[in-house]
């Protein structure tokens, strides 16, 4: 076994192998950016060397860094995790130049799977089954929107070299195909260096299921069973289970052997994933390996209790595989839900910030957290977003499904959008929990998880205005002789009861709560003037308030961020904000709002001429950011006077886009309409 062990990569990944690692007795070495110095992995690890500055392509994509790093801090082995350089043969090559053991499979299956359309081909001769679709040469648009007619709408263009949903477009119609293949071909190149792609049929409402495979170096091939990975969000996985639900035996037998036999087929050695889109009548076809260890690949530890970066370890180390096939057992159900900085109201959109507030269940042996980072952390533009991986384990799926429920409950964060909500929505919802399950269920039940009702329910202003009297009680007793008359908060007036009131804020909406002292611990509160309730409330050594509120008992948590008080109440969080009565500053509304970039990033195209008329909802520029996409529209009908930033310069967070001009005479015709009629 090895001695010391370089992590080439970052966050939870590289937390995750640090424990393997260090029960293992081997030192680690972590790699950081400029971006990354105070780091969750950086404080963990043994060893820390500097890579470059913040831009991956500058520190963690950059092989002589990370080579050097290896070298100058005496590590026999690299361990890639997943992304960045895990899964190319360049990096693998170069590790084994260097001496190095890399912790992954040989250069050449990697290059054989690593390109999509030759992965295909080299399956469609090993007699895999396969999708219909082109994974030729020829990549001329005009060849490839022939193959797509002969294939047959819808289709689906992908990055041969991608992952991750980058570099992939569902196109229904024929018109629409020659602007998704531009659209994927630039972000192929930007997130893998390669703007090759392949089109095939698009499988109407399939399941994404994937087969976790294990090679070692001595001709031993095994499976490890299934996941299921259909809940998907522009084909990025939200969540993962295991076994897949509804999965027989005798089509869990015939996965697993076309898996270890596409493993076999390109000489494959450590963990790889084989991944099948499966039609509703259970055929499957094959989409792509991942030469490399999974996101969702704690699933498969909570159902087999194994761990498979030790596993990797000693396959790398040149260890046989601890276990046969038929010594593999799979037990219960595991559930993963992914937590990511992103705003699910806003198309997902990715959020950065400092986390000021950070708290995670417990872990235990049914309930397991992944995590690169801490509170106090800070979420950058440069790297992927995620917090942290929440994974449970029962006995049973309806076991893990309620074990979900609560966990992500108990999850509080501050600082940043973020998607627990959402998460905690989609696995309540009817469909997941009867495992109707399709890579479509997330617009399926869209108005099931993207409610327009956000209507704070009268408990929670009452909550925070409790936690704020407790609050400033706390503040000024705090240094007070406990037995002086002066130190005294019970609020005592001589001919009427001590009242005050707070004013709070949910978006447009404001409500009053007033308070008033009453007997010993117990309050008055009246919520817009409205009818008092006797109210008594207690901090609980674990920061959660204890509440009477009339005839209910609540536990919630709130926490102060400047003006903001967050409120988390039986599973949901609402961010109400102190307003000041004396002075409340107007809220003008920017005609120009949505033109904006909405975090930083890189300017790719414009999609409009300067001077052009356009109307409400045209595409006018599109930025990259997180490595991702996103199109900013029109806000009204109106004139693009001009971009202030050309394709391919970059831009900082509210950096305004576009120089547009609202068509006002239009706008107060259509009032004046409307008032008419």
């Not at 030469?291 to 530890?301: A, C, I, S, Y």
């Not at 429920?405 to 940043?416: D, I, S, T």
């Amino acid at each position: 076994m090895f001695e010391k062990l370089l992590i080439a990569n970052r966050g939870e990944i590289a937390c995750r192998v640090m424990r393997t690692a260090h029960r293992l007795g081997i030192a680690t070495v972590a790699v950081y950016s400029d971006a990354d110095a105070g780091a969750r992995h950086v404080r963990l690890a043994d060893e820390a060397v500097r890579i470059g500055p913040p831009p991956a392509r500058e520190s963690y994509l950059c092989a002589d860094a990370l080579l050097e790093a290896a070298r100058r801090c005496g590590a026999q082995a690299v361990h890639p995790g997943y992304g960045f350089l895990s899964e190319n043969e360049d990096f693998a090559a170069a590790c084994a130049a260097a001496g190095l053991v890399f912790v992954g499979p040989p250069p050449e299956a990697i290059r054989s799977m690593g390109l999509k359309s030759a992965a295909k081909s080299l399956m469609e001769r090993a007699g895999v089954p396969l999708t219909p679709g082109y994974h030729g040469a020829d990549q001329e648009p005009a060849r490839l929107a022939r193959e797509a007619e002969r294939i047959g709408y819808p289709v689906l263009i992908k990055a041969s070299a991608g992952g991750g949903g980058k570099g992939m477009r569902r196109v229904d119609r024929p018109e629409d195909f020659d602007a998704a293949l531009l659209s994927c071909r630039r972000e192929a190149a930007s997130a893998f260096g390669d703007e090759t792609v392949l089109v095939e049929k698009y499988v109407l409402r399939p399941r994404h299921i994937e087969i976790q495979v294990f090679a070692d170096s001595h001709g031993r091939c095994v499976h490890l069973f299934e996941r299921d990975c259909s809940v998907q969000r522009r084909h990025q996985k939200v969540l993962e289970e295991a076994p897949a639900p509804g999965m027989t035996p005798e089509r869990r037998a015939a996965m697993g052997r076309a898996a270890v036999e596409a493993a076999r087929a390109v000489g494959y050695v450590g963990a790889g994933t084989v991944e099948f889109i499966v039609q509703p009548d259970g055929r499957f076809f094959f989409m792509e390996m991942n030469t490399r260890l999974q996101v969702e690949h704690p699933v498969t530890e909570m159902i087999t209790g194994l761990d498979l970066v030790e596993w990797q370890l000693r396959v790398a180390a040149g260890e046989p595989l601890p276990l046969a096939q038929e010594q593999l057992t799979l037990q219960g159900h595991a559930i993963e839900a992914r937590l990511y900085a992103e705003d699910p109201e806003r198309d997902f959109l990715p959020s950065t910030g400092r986390l000021l507030h950070l708290a995670l269940p417990r872990e235990s042996a049914a309930v397991r957290i992944d995590s690169g980072v801490e509170a106090g952390d800070e979420i950058t533009p440069y790297y992927d977003p995620m917090i942290a991986k929440l994974i449970v384990w029962g006995d049973d799926r309806r076991q893990a499904l309620a074990r979900m429920r609560q966990a992500l409950a108990e999850v509080r964060l501050v600082g940043v959008a973020h998607n627990v909500e959402f998460l905690s929505r989609l696995v309540a919802a009817p469909a997941f929990a009867e495992a109707d399950l399709d890579t479509g269920l997330i617009e399926r039940e869209r108005a099931l998880l993207f409610p327009a009702d956000r209507t704070v329910p009268d408990e929670v202003w009452l909550v925070a205005a409790m936690a704020e009297w407790l609050g400033d009680e706390a503040r000024r007793s705090a240094g007070h002789e406990p037995h002086s008359p002066w130190s005294r908060l019970d609020g005592w007036r001589m001919n009427a009861p001590a009242a005050r009131s707070l004013m709070l804020r949910h978006g447009e909406e404001r409500r009053t709560v007033t308070l008033e002292a009453g007997p010993g611990e117990w309050r008055r509160l009246a919520l817009d003037g409205a009818r008092p309730i006797e109210a008594r409330a207690e901090a609980g050594a674990d920061g959660a308030l204890r509440l009477q509120l009339g005839d209910r008992r609540l536990r919630a948590h709130v926490v102060a961020s400047g003006e903001r008080r967050h409120v988390f109440l039986e599973g949901r969080a609402w961010p109400l904000a102190l307003v000041d009565t004396v002075h409340v500053g107007g809220e003008g509304e920017d005609p120009r709002g949505g033109l904006k970039a909405p975090m930083p990033g890189k300017v790719i195209a414009w999609l409009a001429e300067p001077g052009a008329t356009v109307e409400a909802g045209a595409p006018l520029v599109v930025i990259e950011a997180m490595k991702m996409e996103h199109t900013l529209l029109a806000p009204r009908r109106g004139r693009v006077r001009g971009f202030r930033y050309a394709p391919g310069e970059a831009v900082g967070d509210g950096a305004e886009l576009v120089d547009f001009e609202v068509d006002f005479e239009v706008e107060f015709g259509a009032q004046e309409e409307a008032k008419g009629s």
